[in-house]
């Protein structure tokens, strides 16, 4: 369970977190290609408001642009409840669906009417799927998301805030805090919570395997991933031209990359925000690629443990 601690010694992704809890991420990080592809596409969306956030465990680098600003979570936190479930446990349970529990965009659990699924067959139709009804259902057992918001700042997560449920959660109102994060923070929680110390092995295994299965994504970063390389993905979509992409990008004999970008404040159509994804997606790859061979290893490497903190840069 999330308050007992227990140290998970790993060699992905120590160095970076130690970066982020020191603050020591910068603009100037981010390599200028891909800073030209994100104006540029802010600008073919008349302005959109855009959040990246990239760590590279092979070169011990953080690359972000607007990483610390507020975006709407929208569906990118059935990760998050699911990885609150998996703490939690017993996902071989099982819970009744009647359709008092529907709700808009449920392909999945409307099947199940007046029948049961486990938690495990609940988290699979939520992340694979984005099924709504599904991820209420997930944040019900996991005390709501206050119970979610609770279990993110278990993990250091100061900045995460879950209020709703599904459909409201994904309003997007520009200015509202409810149902967002930062591309830094929702970065280092998902690191933490695939290879860091909340989880066991068994059950960071199982959240990457459903992020794989992913059959909603195939138009964003999927489109423009390399056929070598593997990916786990979750995306979002809400009000006010609202996308975003949570993902684990595993090239062939290397370490993975984190990605996050979100997308909001805009009016245009789902199809031209799949398409910025992908073009800033595919600007971030090029970069990964032209850099995979020259890792690098700072101090903190050698002592791989993935820290969970409170630190006042999460704030």
């Known amino acids: 369970m999330l ?16 970066l982020s809890l ?33 760590s590279n465990a092979n070169t011990n680098q953080q690359w972000h642009y607007n990483g610390n600003q507020r975006f709407p979570t929208a569906s990118t936190f059935k990760v998050l409840a699911c990885a609150a479930a998996l703490d939690k446990g017993a996902l071989s349970t099982a819970v009744k669906i009647t359709e008092k529990d529907l709700v ?26 984005s ?14 998301p206050e119970g979610l918001t609770q279990f993110l ?11 709703r449920w599904e459909p409201e959660l994904n309003q997007g109102t520009p200015g509202d805090k409810r149902d967002t994060t930062t591309p830094h923070a929702i970065n280092r ?24 299965q992913d059959q909603v994504a195939d138009d964003l970063l999927r489109s423009v991933l390399p056929k070598t390389w593997q990916i786990g993905d979750k995306t979002g979509a809400g ?3 609202s996308r975003g992409i949570i993902a684990v990008l595993i090239p062939p004999n290397s370490e993975p990359v984190l990605v996050s970008i979100y997308l909001t404040e805009s009016q245009t159509t789902i199809k ?17 690629e032209a850099n995979l061979g020259e890792k690098k290893t700072i101090g903190a490497y050698s002592t791989p443990i993935f820290v969970r903190s409170s630190h006042k840069d999460f704030l």
């Not at 067959?121 to 694979?128: K, N």
């Not at 700042?153 to 805030?161: E, H, P, S």
């Not at 929680?189 to 199982?206: A, Y």
């Open 189 to 212: 929680t998902l690191g933490i919570l695939l290879f860091g110390d909340v989880l066991s092995q068994s059950k960071q295994q199982k959240l990457l395997q459903w992020m794989k």
């Open 153 to 163: 700042r278990g993990t250091g997560d100061n900045v995460t805030l879950m209020s």
């Open 131 to 144: 099924d709504n009804t599904a991820g209420n259902l997930i944040l019900r057992y996991i005390g709501g």
């Open 3 to 18: 308050m007992k601690k227990t140290t998970f010694l790993l060699k992905w992704f120590p160095s970076l977190i130690l």
């Open 104 to 129: 808009e965009y449920s392909p999945v659990t409307e099947k199940y009417i007046n029948n049961t699924m486990t938690y495990n067959q609940l988290c699979h139709a939520t992340i694979t799927t």
């Open 239 to 241: 009000g006010h031209g």
């Open 272 to 288: 031209q925000l799949n398409k910025a994804i992908a073009t800033i997606g595919s600007a971030i790859i090029k970069e990964l």
């Open 22 to 54: 020191s603050g020591a991420v910068t603009g100037q990080d981010m390599p200028e290609s891909i800073i030209s592809t994100i104006e540029a596409v802010s600008t073919s969306l008349d302005g959109a408001r855009v959040g990246v956030f990239v």
